[in-house]
C-alpha cells in the first residue's frame, strides 16, 4: 500500500516561512522523483518544484528563489521550504511520486497553506 502523509500547512503572514514534509511508504523512495503541486480555487494543478532520484531539483518560476525542495532518503521524506511567503502561494499542497522505473505515480491528500496579506 503506498502511502504520502503531507504535514506543515497552516496560516502564515506574508513574508513568513513555512515547512511542507512528505513521509511516503510503500515505494523505493530513492527511485522516485518526488514533487510538489499546488491547486488554488478555481485553478488547475500546477507544479511547484520536484527533485529527481539524483537529488537535482528543479522549480516554477513563481517560486523560483523563494522556495527549496530536498529529501532525506533515509526517512523517505521530501520536504518544501518556503519562504518570503505571498497571498498568491495560497493553495492546497499536494505531494507526488514518480517511479523512474516504470513512471508509477502516487499522490498525497494535500495539505493547505494560507497566507495572509
Known amino acids: 500500500q503506498v502511502q504520502l502523509v503531507e504535514s506543515g500547512g497552516g496560516l502564515v503572514q506574508a513574508g513568513g516561512s513555512l515547512r511542507l514534509s512528505c513521509v511516503a511508504s510503500g515505494i523505493i523512495f530513492s527511485r522516485n522523483r518526488m514533487g510538489w503541486y499546488r491547486q488554488a480555487p478555481g485553478k488547475q494543478r500546477e507544479l511547484v518544484a520536484f527533485i529527481t532520484s539524483g537529488s537535482n531539483a528543479a522549480y516554477a518560476n513563481s517560486v523560483r528563489g523563494r522556495f527549496t525542495v530536498s529529501r532525506n532518503n533515509a526517512i523517505n521524506t521530501v520536504s518544501l521550504e518556503m519562504n518570503s511567503l505571498e497571498p498568491e502561494d495560497t493553495a492546497v499542497y499536494y505531494c507526488?511520486?514518480?517511479?523512474?522505473?516504470?513512471?508509477?505515480?502516487?499522490w498525497g491528500k494535500g495539505t493547505l497553506v494560507t497566507v495572509s496579506s
Open positions: 507526488n511520486a514518480r517511479s523512474t522505473s516504470n513512471g508509477e505515480g502516487y
